[in-house]
């Protein structure tokens, strides 16, 4: 590791409760400051040198704040997002083709307008991304909800739940690779498993990949519209620079159509429907794809440990709290159906909203009851601390329980020693801000 990457790191160790709870953000805004957020998708390192430089030129050569021009076919931010995704993933994409918008989420809902219509089905893989049902439902389409399955240790798509959707007259399919909120990367084999069913019930596949930069070692992300079947569906697929630099409250996305007349397709939307491209999310983002990759791995690296001490510490909740390793991204999604029988309540986020003092996603927002997700791209340290406390406040519910009540917090070793032993709302100087 690089020098440059090494004080990364030790900026990334050295984040504070206390400093991050003065930010602006709704992630650090929206519970008092003695909660430790863990629920919105959003990480807490620094931001890339090259994306603070691209935004500083904005306001120190001649305060160019205006509107974005998104209306281009031959925008720089096209060409380097192009250059990216075939250095990153070998997918040969058309800068003329990179059609910009506000965010991913936009690129869903226009596709999904542009590709069905009113009443049809839309194939959801569940757990989903909330906004996914919300935006079905709010286009009049019907939200066809498909379990995914636990085998072998991996969250899998259920393929031949998918064709018996698909065969019942689904018009389109919501597909999230990597996958919020498992963490699940498809193999090439799923995904033209995925193809040959959309081409064969002529399918149209909407193509969620905002979480692409991160995978973790030992899995490679595989865009949908890089492989030749691609040729054969209707596809359109939401990438950003947004997740992997972190970059969501800037506004800028993109989105590729497969084939030529599906291009075609997409741009007969209305103008209004991808207004909203904001002018320092275009330079950053240029920025992030053409200047930003060292910084990127360094982030990969760090997630990647604090994966693996996330494993070793949910250990000792037993089967309390299961957590299947995440492929990719900084999302842990936990089984807590067990906990959540014992304690009574499906209600999982408000147990360690109330009485650990941590915010997490509850799991019936995804379609999963007794499921909670946790968002660990913060400190190791910060991210310890949370664990505690989930610890701590399973153990006081039910003293006499196994798993995490009968174990006693431990340290992880080559980690640093929880802030708190236990948690102290008044006396904590750390977490009392």
């Not at 930010?23 to 390192?45: Q, V």
Request: charged share 25%; aromatic share 8%; with cysteine.
């Amino acid at each position: 590791m690089s020098e440059v990457q090494q004080e990364l790191v030790h900026g990334f160790d050295g984040l504070r409760a206390a400093s991050l709870s003065t930010r602006r953000s709704e992630k650090w805004r929206r519970y008092p400051p003695d909660i430790l957020p863990a629920f919105i998708a959003e990480m807490d390192f620094p931001v890339a040198e090259p994306v603070i430089d691209a935004i500083r030129a904005h306001l120190v050569e001649g305060g160019d704040l205006g509107y974005a021009y998104a209306y281009t076919t031959d925008a720089s931010v096209q060409r380097a997002f192009a250059a990216w995704a075939r250095a990153s993933h070998g997918w040969r994409v058309e800068p003329r083709k990179v059609v910009l918008f506000p965010d991913t989420m936009r690129v869903m809902e226009v596709a999904l307008e542009r590709f069905t219509e009113p009443g049809d089905g839309v194939v959801v893989d569940v757990p989903a991304y909330p906004p996914y049902f919300e935006a079905i439902s709010a286009a009049g389409r019907q939200v066809v909800a498909q379990p995914m399955r636990l085998r072998g240790g991996r969250w899998r798509l259920d393929l031949e739940g998918l064709a018996g959707a698909f065969r019942s007259g689904a018009a389109a399919y919501f597909l999230c690779n990597p996958h919020n909120p498992t963490g699940r990367v498809l193999t090439v084999g799923e995904l033209r498993e995925v193809l040959a069913l959309a081409a064969e019930f002529d399918v149209a596949v909407i193509s969620d990949e905002v979480h692409a930069p991160l995978t973790h070692p030992g899995h490679r992300h595989v865009p949908l519209g890089s492989l030749p079947e691609a040729d054969r569906v209707a596809t359109v697929t939401a990438a950003s620079a947004s997740k992997g630099w972190n970059l969501s409250g800037l506004k800028c996305a993109m989105a590729v159509a497969g084939r030529p007349r599906d291009h075609e397709r997409l741009m007969e939307m209305r103008p209004r429907e991808r207004d909203g491209v904001g002018i320092l999310g275009v330079s950053a983002s240029e920025a992030a794809f053409t200047r930003g990759d060292p910084w990127l791995r360094t982030v990969r690296h760090y997630l990647h440990g604090s994966r693996q001490m996330l494993v070793e510490l949910f250990e000792s909740f037993g089967p309390d709290l299961v957590l299947v390793p995440p492929e990719a991204s900084y999302l842990a999604w936990l089984d807590g159906r067990r906990l959540a029988e014992r304690l009574g309540s499906a209600d999982l986020a408000g147990f360690f909203l109330g009485r650990g003092k941590v915010a997490v996603s509850d799991g019936r927002e995804y379609g999963s009851e007794g499921f909670i997700r946790l968002n660990f791209g913060t400190s190791q340290r910060l991210l310890e601390e949370m664990v505690r406390r989930m610890e701590k406040a399973v153990r006081e519910e039910d003293p006499d329980s196994g798993g995490a009540g009968g174990a006693p917090p431990r340290s992880i070793p080559g980690y640093p020693a929880p802030v708190c032993g236990s948690y102290r709302p008044a006396d904590s100087e750390e977490f009392s801000r």
